[in-house]
Every structure is written in structure tokens, then in C-alpha cells.
């Protein structure tokens, strides 16, 4: 169901901080859920750029679920869709989980004892076709302020290719593609960091690293300790709990290499070899079985396929209803 923006509690989620929309209080056992799709009127001087960076967006997310409206020119007083809901990712909530094909950040920070625990998710760039982001199990291995970028030769060569040839070294300032804020992972050449051009936040863009708004990787720099851990994942498709319903969000699927080993980088290392081999792409539906199996695994629910296709065939990001709890079934099943 969309809302208007003014609603921000959902069935006992809470985003914890006006300022930060980006932080929410983990919803309780049984709800897998969190935020709330709202909308927003747009201003004679918006794009959809500038929308979703303001409401803790990507582009994918904001195009995606705006099919028809001018991504440069929306117009005054056109609706805008904010998908501002997410289902979240299977697997432990722990550390730092990416997931490549929804284009986000998610960071479970460990709770102190008893208190409450929150999980704060933001939109991200990754590699581009030809210089893919890996999947696999990673740490933050070191944290650098005012970065320097030394160039890898493959990069040089692409550049110098193109005609916009790179010093072998960029200094800290506006003209250094990392920004002011880095975290560098356990996997060779591979970065967390800002971006001195935010409007390609939330698109397939990078070298292989993953690039967040500056005011983003700013916040979360202070808050993201070395050795923290690091799932690199794919899942076009998420499913997860909601009270009784099964809630499924559908993105398109994604080409991406295979997973690497971790281990110490240089500082000369920034990107990845572009020759790494990609994982085979499955059939949508294929991503939804498995999906269904994770999520009712312990719970025994019913999907309705023919949602579930129309939602796959959709793949806006906006999760939505598809099925519910069996009650007191021994198995689960799915509806035709």
C-alpha cells in the first residue's frame, strides 16, 4: 500500500531519526520488513535524481518505480512513487550486507545489551558490466580519510583509450573519484567509498567498488570498525515474513562475478580484473523457488505463483503481498 510521506510508523517499524531516514529499528520476530512506499509531489525544480538522494535513494530504485515519469523533467505537481520499503536480506543480520542487485547497502551495528538494535540501508553504485563487483565473504580491512587514488594500469589504459588520460596518482580534492571517505575490503582491490559524482549513486557504474552518496559513507565512517564483516550478495528476489504475510520484492536480475578469495590489498589495488568470470544468470521464477523454500523453511506458507509472476515481470523493487502462514501445516505449499 502506498502512503503519504507523513507516515512514518508500520506495524511496529520505526525509523528511529528524522534527519536519518535511513535508520530503522529492527521489526520484531516474525516481520522481515521494514520503512514504508510512500509519495511525494514533485517541484518545477526537481529530477528524479535529486528526489531519491534526498529521500536516501538510488537511481535504480527512483526509475524503477516511476516507470513513466521524465527521469530530467517530472513537472510540478507530478506524484512521485518513494519506495522507501525493504524486505530484508536473508542470512544473518550482521555487519555490512550488499546486495548487488537491488543496488544497496544494509549495516546491522552490533547492539549494546539491551538496547535496541537498528539496521541502516543506502543506495549504491557497483561495477559495470565489464569490471564486476564479486560476490563472497568479506571484512573491512582499513578506513581511510581524504584518499588518494593510485591507478591501476588497466584503468590507465581505458582512460588513455578514450582520450581523457589519468595521472598514475590522484590526490585528495573534487577531482578524486573516492571521495573523501574510504573502507577497504579484504578482497583484492575492492573499496567502500564517497563519490565527487553522487548523481551516479544507485546505478552499474564503477570499477568494481561500491560508491555511496558523501554524506552517506561520511555517516557511516564514524559508525563501521575495521573487521567488520562484509556479505557481498545477489538476490534479485527477496522474500521474508510480515505477520501472516509473505512479502516478496523483485529487482532484475544481475550478471556478477564469481565469488573471490579474501585476503590483504595493496594500496595500488582499486579495481578487479575485467576478465573474472561471471556467475550464470537463472530464470527469475528460478530466484522466487528458492526464495520461497529459505523463507518457509521453519513456517509453512502458500505463495500464489501467478502474483508472484506479475510481480516478477514488474521487478520495481516495491514489496508486495504473496501469499500467507499456513496454519498448522506440517509442509509448506504454493496455490495455483
Not at 534526498?54 to 507530478?78: K, Q
Not at 587514488?149 to 578514450?162: F, I, M
Request: aromatic share 8%.
Amino acid at each position: 500500500m502506498i502512503r503519504k510521506l507523513r507516515v512514518i510508523l508500520v506495524l511496529g517499524v520505526l525509523v528511529v531519526n528524522v534527519a536519518r531516514a535511513e535508520i530503522y529499528e529492527l521489526p520484531p520476530q516474525g516481520y522481515d520488513v521494514i520503512g514504508a512506499v510512500s509519495t511525494i509531489t514533485a517541484r518545477h525544480e526537481d529530477t528524479l535524481v535529486d528526489i531519491a538522494r534526498r529521500h536516501g535513494l538510488g537511481y535504480e530504485d527512483i526509475v524503477r518505480a516511476n516507470p513513466h515519469v521524465n527521469i530530467w523533467l517530472p513537472g510540478a505537481g507530478t506524484e512521485i512513487i518513494l519506495p522507501t520499503r525493504f524486505v530484508l536480506p536473508a542470512g544473518p543480520r550482521r555487519g555490512v550486507v550488499l546486495n548487488l542487485a537491488e543496488y544497496r547497502l544494509y549495516y546491522f551495528p552490533e547492539p549494546k545489551p539491551g538496547a535496541v538494535a537498528y539496521v541502516m540501508t543506502y543506495p549504491i553504485s557497483i561495477g559495470r558490466m565489464d569490471w564486476e563487483t564479486p560476490l563472497g565473504m568479506t571484512k573491512v580491512i582499513s578506513k581511510v580519510r581524504n584518499p588518494s587514488w593510485y591507478v591501476p594500469q588497466s584503468v590507465l589504459d581505458e582512460h588513455a583509450a578514450d582520450g581523457r588520460p589519468l595521472e598514475r596518482i590522484v590526490p585528495p580534492g573534487p577531482d578524486n573519484p573516492l571521495g573523501e571517505y574510504a573502507m577497504r575490503l579484504g578482497l583484492p582491490g575492492y573499496l567502500i567509498h564517497g563519490t565527487n559524482r553522487p548523481a551516479g549513486v544507485g546505478m552499474r557504474v564503477t570499477h568494481g567498488c561500491v560508491r555511496m552518496f558523501p554524506e552517506d559513507i561520511e555517516y557511516l565512517f564514524g559508525k563501521i570498525d575495521v573487521s567488520t564483516p562484509v556479505r557481498i550478495i545477489n538476490d534479485p528476489v527477496k522474500m521474508g515474513w510480515n505477520g501472516d504475510q509473505l512479502i516478496m520484492e523483485v529487482h532484475p536480475v544481475l550478471e556478477v562475478a564469481v565469488p573471490l578469495e579474501s585476503e590483504d590489498v595493496q594500496e595500488e589495488e582499486q579495481t578487479i580484473d575485467p576478465a573474472a568470470d561471471v556467475v550464470a544468470v537463472k530464470d527469475p521464477l528460478s530466484y522466487v523457488t528458492e526464495q520461497f523454500i529459505v523463507t518457509t523453511g521453519e513456517r509453512a506458507g502458500q505463495l500464489d505463483w501467478h502474483l508472484a509472476e506479475q510481480i516478477v515481470d514488474r521487478s520495481d523493487g516495491i514489496p508486495t503481498p504473496v501469499g500467507e502462514e499456513i496454519k498448522n501445516a506440517a509442509a509448506s505449499a504454493a496455490s495455483y
